[in-house]
């Protein structure tokens, strides 16, 4: 059974950093893809960036390209979220989602407040 255990959310100020970690229980390659989306109060949960474990390739909602890059470390079996650039409207709760040959998997969320 996989967990994923998201943390590094907070308050950061427009225009600040933030980094996410999403911790995977057992080893990272045992897994396909893994994803991070954020739900902002009242609106639908958003798909924000994506990894392909083995290839380390990524793709980016068209909000955040150019401001966020996702990436993973194999060694710490940890999957990374850098946010640049933030802006108001990146508030959110943001989730990390993995998906195995047979299940997918998701973590408890992260709040991020962006906000002066």
């Known amino acids: 059974q996989v967990q994923l255990v998201e943390s590094g959310g907070g308050l950061v100020q427009p225009g600040g950093s933030l980094r996410l970690s999403c911790a995977v229980s057992?080893?990272?390659?045992?897994?396909?893809?893994l994803d991070w989306y954020r739900q902002a109060p009242g609106k639908q949960r958003e798909l924000v960036a994506t990894i392909i474990i083995s290839e380390g390739t990524s793709n980016y909602a068209d909000s955040v390209k150019g401001r966020f890059t996702i990436s993973r470390d194999n060694a710490k079996n940890t999957a990374y979220l850098q946010m640049n650039s933030l802006k108001p409207e990146d508030t959110a709760v943001y989730y990390c989602?993995?998906?195995?040959?047979?299940?997918?998997?998701w973590g408890q969320g992260t709040q991020v407040t962006v906000s002066s």
């Open positions: 057992g080893s990272i390659f045992s897994l396909n893809v």
């Open positions: 989602r993995a998906e195995s040959d047979y299940m997918d998997y």
